[in-house]
């Protein structure tokens, strides 16, 4: 086997088990920090898929905004007392997740995703000369900034939005408690 | 590189956990979290099928940028809402959010 399939392999299993932990958790801070864990070993993930932009915005965003956000989030909403933090009908949202789970994965099995219309294109263009590279910011960037353009500025409009609304919601104000 | 089923399963790993978390957990934080763990396995999915099916395209890398902005918005404005509906109930159980409800 060679090294890039091992290294995969050992990053996606450490993914899961902080993924497990995340959920399983019962301090809601180990959940928070477990979760930023999880995120930054995804982006190894991405690396080894040949995003290599996609993984510098995965551990800077995840690394670096989310970690801070959620941390402030569970310190400003503390309980009083010591909360239960799992529903008690938990045997069956686990059983829920694994029907999903065995269905997503026997899909996933079953599927030839080889022959699906944009893999045959994909694989004609490969025959015609060009070649598939790994992907940079810069090819990323131009896609981005021509093909999907609009898409790009509505997600930044929606951002702006997002940013407003936050700001509104979580204001202080003097309405009784 | 590893098969393309291979990455699938660990979406699927991945997604299947989120939602565990989503459905198990009581605290809206919580299931916030879980939320942004369904998210991120959707987001290994596209990078997957852009990296194997589609590498001179690569729809699905631009799509998993636009998952992670739509992720970070979601985020701030779920723990936004989080905030204030702790400001008035001082809980963040969401059984305990029942003002809706007639």
Redesign the interface.
């Known amino acids: 086997m060679e090294l890039?399939?091992i290294l995969?392999?050992v990053v996606?299993s450490a993914?899961?088990v902080s993924?497990?932990g995340?959920?399983v958790t019962r301090s809601?801070v180990y959940?928070?920090l477990l979760?930023v864990l999880?995120?930054m070993l995804?982006g190894l993930?991405?690396l080894?898929?040949?995003?290599d932009?996609?993984a510098l915005?995965?551990i800077l965003?995840y690394g670096g905004?989310?970690s801070v956000?959620?941390l402030f989030?569970?310190m400003?909403?503390r309980?009083?007392q010591k909360?239960?933090?799992?529903?008690k009908?938990?045997p069956?949202?686990?059983l829920?997740?694994?029907v999903?789970?065995v269905l997503?994965?026997y899909q996933?099995?079953s599927t030839d995703?080889a022959r699906?219309a944009?893999?045959v294109s994909?694989a004609a263009?490969?025959r015609a000369g060009?070649v598939?590279?790994r992907?940079g910011p810069g090819?990323?960037g131009a896609?981005?900034f021509t093909?999907?353009a609009v898409?790009f500025e509505i997600?930044s409009l929606?951002?702006l939005v997002?940013?407003m609304?936050?700001?509104v919601?979580?204001r202080?104000s003097e309405?009784p408690? | 590189m590893v098969p393309l089923e291979h990455v699938l399963v660990f979406s699927a790993i991945l997604f299947s956990i989120g939602l565990y978390g989503v459905m198990a957990r009581r605290s809206a934080v919580l299931i916030l979290i879980a939320i942004e763990l369904m998210l991120n396995a959707v987001a290994v999915n596209l990078v997957a099928f852009a990296a194997y099916v589609d590498p001179q395209q690569f729809s699905g890398m631009v799509f998993a940028v636009f998952v992670i902005t739509i992720a970070a918005a979601e985020l701030g404005l779920g723990l936004a809402i989080v905030l204030r509906v702790y400001r008035m109930r001082t809980s963040v159980n969401v059984d305990d959010l029942d003002m809706m409800r007639w």
């Open positions: 890039g399939a995969f392999y996606a993914t899961v993924a497990l995340v959920v809601v959940s928070a979760l999880s995120l995804t993930v991405y080894l898929l040949l995003a932009f996609l915005v995965q965003i905004t989310v956000l959620l989030a569970l400003l909403t309980p009083e909360p239960v933090l799992t529903h009908g938990w069956l949202a686990a829920g997740a694994v999903v789970l997503l994965i996933a099995v995703w699906t944009t893999a994909a263009g490969a060009a598939a590279s992907i090819e990323l896609a981005l093909t999907w898409p997600a929606v951002l997002a940013l609304g936050a700001l919601i979580a202080a309405e408690r």
